[in-house]
């Protein structure tokens, strides 16, 4: 019931500069924490950047200086400001949402995904 939807991805030159996107849309929720995951050809998806309720912030080693993470709660949507992009950083960006659904007096606790979008990073 819910859906999460990610934003920003294209076509930049290497020492450039994107900004994702990821909203999530539905009814009767809450976020615990919001990942971004990205997936190259042929290799495995790997974790990007997360980000805690309380707005803790973890980066793969590969992207810690260049990424930073955001969220804006009232509008349960998280960022990643990419920069100084790098040809490996290529692929396609999926973001994650460990979250909390109520209906009446129950509830369930998984994860959503969103879509991904891709980055191309160019030489």
């Known amino acids: 019931q819910v859906q999460l939807v990610e934003s920003g991805g294209g076509l930049v030159q290497s020492g450039g500069s994107l900004r994702l996107s990821c909203a999530a849309s539905?009814?009767?929720?809450?976020?615990?924490?919001m990942d971004w995951y990205r997936q190259a050809p042929g290799k495995q998806r790997e974790l990007v950047a997360s980000?805690?309720?309380?707005?803790?912030?973890n980066y793969g080693d590969s992207v810690k200086g260049r990424f930073t993470i955001s969220k804006d709660n009232a509008k349960n949507t998280v960022y990643l400001q990419m920069d100084s992009l790098k040809r490996k950083d290529t692929a396609v960006y999926y973001c994650?949402?460990?979250?909390?659904?109520?209906?009446?007096?129950?509830?369930?606790?998984?994860?959503?995904w969103g879509q991904g979008t891709l980055v191309t990073v160019s030489s």
């Open positions: 539905g009814s009767r929720f809450s976020i615990y924490a």
């Open positions: 994650n949402a460990t979250l909390r659904m109520v209906v009446g007096g129950t509830f369930d606790d998984l994860d959503a």
């Open positions: 980000i805690t309720r309380g707005n803790s912030a």
